[in-house]
């Protein structure tokens, strides 16, 4: 199971980034996919999840109403509005068999894309 995340980059406090995790039709389909964060010196924490069937999409209540993530054929992506300073991180896109919002449960791992929000 491969995982290719993209789209990071340096924004202002309120703007706005789409982040991309290319999997397969075959993965999407298969596992759950979710994103997850790690700020400098913090543990890496759950943002969102997808479940495999694309009906149930939970998140993190430090990003509820600002992040949707969503899925298109073999893309997974995590739009992110209005965007504050400690969204700053690296973000990874991950694949678990079971569905869960804890990163230890995930298997597959993306590179990670970095996140920085300037004040």
């Known amino acids: 199971v491969q995982l290719q995340a993209s789209g990071g980059g340096s924004v202002q406090a309120g703007g706005s980034l789409r982040l991309s995790c290319a999997v397969s039709?075959?993965?999407?389909?298969?596992?759950?996919i979710a994103w997850f964060r790690q700020a400098p010196g913090k543990d890496r924490e759950f943002v969102s999840t997808?479940?495999?069937?694309?009906?149930i999409t939970i998140y993190a209540d430090a990003v509820k109403g600002r992040f949707t993530i969503s899925r298109d054929s073999g893309t997974v992506y995590l739009q992110m509005n209005s965007l504050k300073p400690e969204d700053t991180a690296v973000y990874y896109c991950?694949?678990?068999?079971?569905?869960?919002?804890?990163?230890?449960?995930?298997?597959?791992w993306g590179q990670g894309t970095e996140v920085t929000v300037s004040s």
């Open positions: 991950a694949a678990s068999r079971i569905w869960a919002t804890n990163w230890k449960s995930y298997d597959y």
């Open positions: 039709r075959r993965t999407v389909s298969t596992y759950d």
């Open positions: 997808l479940t495999r069937t694309g009906d």
